[in-house]
């Protein structure tokens, strides 16, 4: 990594079941999807900066001691700011590793080390205790023992510039799947281990990146199976991307009048911030707001205005009917931010939606037609008019297929982040 990027990652490892029943069926309303079938499991501590994190925790179907660790080298000295996180202390058990060691934390004359703690003022002028260093981790505390759609969490991220100009960061978010492959014998039986005096499966760990990855990790765990669904695993990754959104800010999740409620603002469709920080700041924390949501419904993302299909609150706030009236208008709303990014990410958030359409639908695609769309276009004209409610029943059966798909394959995951200087 060169000296102009530094890079860390929010450490959201979570683990999924492997035992799901057949996938959900047509119904009229969300809350009637089978959603949380693809609940996984989150490693739980308090938000740390560590030169390298190392925790351990129980798998919610093996009830296997995990490994939950990540992170990235980082060099930090040519850049004109540090980066912070508050922190708590940590438990060190083991370090989770890829083939290529692309997460594995260099360590210092073989020692587990914090990052450097301090002090440090933020813009109100109120101080505070950080952690910073060139090499950080981020988690945070949830209070809760699984993730899956309908949860969501804060990234504690802070810059702290080096001198007294003006200056803006880009960040870059991701997001990073892992699959967990149990291991087999030579007549096909799951390979045991005893953990804290419990016989459990033994696993390998590997990092989703293609079918290739996931065929080599197979086969050396002897598990053809999984070989043998190594487009799921892929697929299976490329939704979990779409299904967790970003935000820069909370919404108004308590107002008096309940259709009223949404619970972010700001979402980050392209998963890039652009951060300015005014001049003389030098030396204070500067907080870089994110919020992260794996969205449990596509309603609480598609429709325009409150509607009695849609099960929860919506993520960003509805439209108004002279809103609505003006699309598009300039500034566009939040609520035509997350629709367009359905429409932009159709691949990574709804399986299968290019099969979706009925015969009639179909006709407009044809060259015979004075002005022929695309299958895509006609998927986003169904987006567009969701109300429909044969379009929604179609739309959430894709959004639902592609969580179900999530839980099955996903082991773990966490959110990269990228930090870096910005022009």
Known sequence: MNDNNLKYNIGELAHASASYPPPPSD????????????????????????????????????????????GMNIKTATLPFDIATKGASIRNTDIMSTSDGKYILNTRNGIYSEGKLGTFENQAGTSGTYYTGDSILLRYDTGASEIGPDDSGELSLYVIPKSDDAMKVKVSLNVVAFAEIEKKDAQGKTVT??????????????EITDEAAIRTAAANAGNTEVADSASDYVSAANYLKGHIMFFGGRGDTTNETESLRYSYVTPYTTRTISKSITANNEGKAIQVPIYWMWTNTLGQIAFKKNNSLRNGMPVVADMTDAQIAAIPNDP???????????????????????DILTGDELLQTLNTNPNPKTISEVVDGLIDNIDNTNNFNRLSECYNAADFLIGTKVAYFMIEVTVEADT
């Open 27 to 70: 119904k009229q309303k969300e809350s009637e999807q089978n959603r949380r079938k693809s609940l996984v499991k989150l490693i739980i501590i308090g938000i740390m900066l560590l030169i390298v994190i190392i925790v351990s925790a129980l798998s919610w179907f093996t009830m296997n001691t995990q490994v939950e660790s990540s």
């Open 193 to 206: 281990k005893v953990v804290d005096g419990k016989t459990v499966p033994d696993t390998v760990l590997v």
């Open 332 to 354: 566009v709303t939040d609520k035509e931010k997350v629709i367009q990014y359905l429409k932009d990410n159709k691949n990574s958030v709804l399986k299968d939606w290019n």
